[in-house]
């Protein structure tokens, strides 16, 4: 029995229309669609085809390609036997997606809101089973005089111990979420190609999805130097997610990697939300829990200047951008910020793929350059390129994107910029309690690349063929170390 990835996922590049005003949008059915937090991917609950972008609390609908059909779970189009979406008296039946299966036994026509779409589980038609909901105090304000460096910071464009802008080196912050495959791998080994001006690699960090990983091509990276964090095992949405399951999506997901790739537990530090859904307090009391430093979930509208990072001991001080942010106090727990870019268009977005598609190389080249320098000019907090292996699998995005590496990275006499490092987000938070002007940075012990890798390399990966009783079939893996029985999972981190 042959499987293999569904490769001919399309990845839909979208245009986030930003607005601070409440609007709607027209459902495929006639109905009025709205969305229920200021951002996310709702999929349309008559149409299995469309679904809808919301920023800001506008809703802007998409349509897949013919022969598509939205997938929440992965955030694009995939092929209708992938989605499995039925429409039936006006409404949509996803299996496997969180939503109403069909042969639920609730008439949804007379029970259901159209507005209630996308449902967590069917639970919420049939009561809440899951634990009683958190009870956190609230964080008091955050003040200089209460949160004190190096383990404690308010969120603010401030800059740590009031450096001189000109004193602080520039760091880049570059993340890819989703799964490790033989594609992505390539394109990552084309882009990881340089070196920042202390002679080390330059290093991103990778907030790693489940399915189709290959666990193999995770051991390298950490091996190669950079990070590997934690994105999700299922990466079904839930807007309403326990302290339970945020766990079992979260730690479960750094079980697996650490398992199968090899890779201490201990090392892999930090987090961001599947789909940018926010988890409130019961996300962060599990991150709490569970020894993790760093989230990094939420958007900051507030850019010019730009946020630096900071911790969750105190109430956040920024616009709560997407519902529910934290309320109480998580010591210790580090906030990296998605700061929002400045659009082309004079919009913003809070991560390169969602911005307005630009039309060729230089006009790429200028969205990078300029969000860039809007740091770079500024304060020199963090600058964040948050993105996936499909952006930079576009001939024109590569392109433009090895020209601003050639810029920013330029070390002759005539470089326009100075002291540009790539940086994982542990490196970043090194650096934010220890703040070391560009003087003295090349011997910044936390950003050298002299120290014997944590994790050895994966030079024979075994081809593991477990069982995937989700799906009822043969998945298949790779991994340097045993092959599990069982395809790992929610509940089932090991494959036992």
């Known amino acids: 029995m042959s499987v293999k990835m569904p490769s001919a996922a399309v990845v839909i590049a979208v245009m986030l229309q930003i607005g601070f005003h ?28 469309k679904y809808y972008i ?33 429409q039936h008296n006006g409404y949509t039946y996803r299996e496997g997606e969180g939503y109403l299966t069909p042969g639920t036994t609730t008439d949804v026509s007379t029970t259901l809101d159209i507005n209630l779409f996308p449902l967590s589980s069917t639970s919420q038609l049939k009561g809440n089973t899951e634990e009683p909901k958190l009870e956190i105090s609230p964080a008091e304000p955050c003040t200089k005089s209460t949160c004190q460096p190096p383990s404690c910071r308010c969120g603010s464009t401030d800059t740590p111990n009031a450096m001189d802008p000109d004193d602080i080196p520039q760091m880049i912050l570059l993340t890819f979420e989703g799964a490790v495959t033989d594609s992505a791998m390539n394109v990552y080994k084309n882009t990881l190609t340089r070196k920042n001006p202390n002679n080390c690699p330059i290093r991103a960090t990778f907030f790693v999805s489940h399915e189709w990983t290959d666990y193999s091509h995770v051991q390298n990276l950490a091996n190669q130097g950079n990070e590997i964090a934690v994105l999700g095992v299922s990466m079904k949405y839930s807007g309403n997610r326990s302290m339970n399951s945020w766990e079992d999506e979260v730690q479960g997901q750094r079980r697996i990697l650490s398992k199968f790739a090899n890779i201490p537990e201990r090392e892999i530090r930090g987090m961001r939300a599947p789909y940018l859904s926010i ?4 996300q962060f009391q599990m991150l709490s829990n569970n020894e993790f430093v760093y989230d990094s979930s939420m958007p900051v509208f507030e850019n010019e200047p730009p946020f630096f990072p900071f911790t969750l001991d105190y109430r956040i001080n920024n616009v709560c951008m997407v519902d529910p942010c934290p309320s109480g106090s998580f010591q210790g727990i580090w906030e990296m910020p998605i700061v929002m870019w400045n659009d082309r268009s004079g919009d913003r977005c809070n991560t390169v793929d969602t911005c307005t598609d630009p039309k060729n190389q230089q006009e790429v080249y200028e969205l990078l350059i300029s969000n860039f320098e809007r740091h770079y000019t500024n304060n020199r907090a963090p600058f964040n390129i948050f993105t996936s292996e499909a952006w930079l699998s576009k001939e024109i995005n590569q392109r433009a994107f090895r020209e601003f590496l050639d810029t920013v990275l330029d070390q002759t ?10 940086v994982t987000m542990s490196q970043a938070i090194q650096w934010m309690k220890t703040p070391t002007d560009y003087g003295d940075i090349k011997t910044f012990k936390p950003w050298q690349c002299t120290d014997t890798p944590k994790t050895q390399p994966c030079r024979k990966p075994n081809p593991c063929t477990p069982w995937f009783e989700k799906n009822k079939e043969i998945r298949p893996m790779k991994t340097c170390q045993k092959c599990p029985k069982n395809y790992p999972w929610v509940g089932n981190a090991y494959g036992h």
């Open 279 to 282: 988890g409130g307090d019961n």
């Open 54 to 86: 919301c920023s800001f609390g506008n809703g802007v609908q998409q349509t897949c390609p013919d022969g598509l059909q939205f997938s929440l779970r992965l955030r694009n189009c995939d092929w209708t036997r992938n989605v499995k979406c039925i």
């Open 22 to 49: 409440q609007c709607s949008a027209q459902l495929s059915s006639g109905a009025t669609f709205k969305c229920q937090s200021k951002f996310g991917y709702f999929v349309d609950p008559a149409d299995c085809g």
């Open 413 to 422: 006499d005539q470089a326009q910029y100075r002291n540009v490092y790539f």
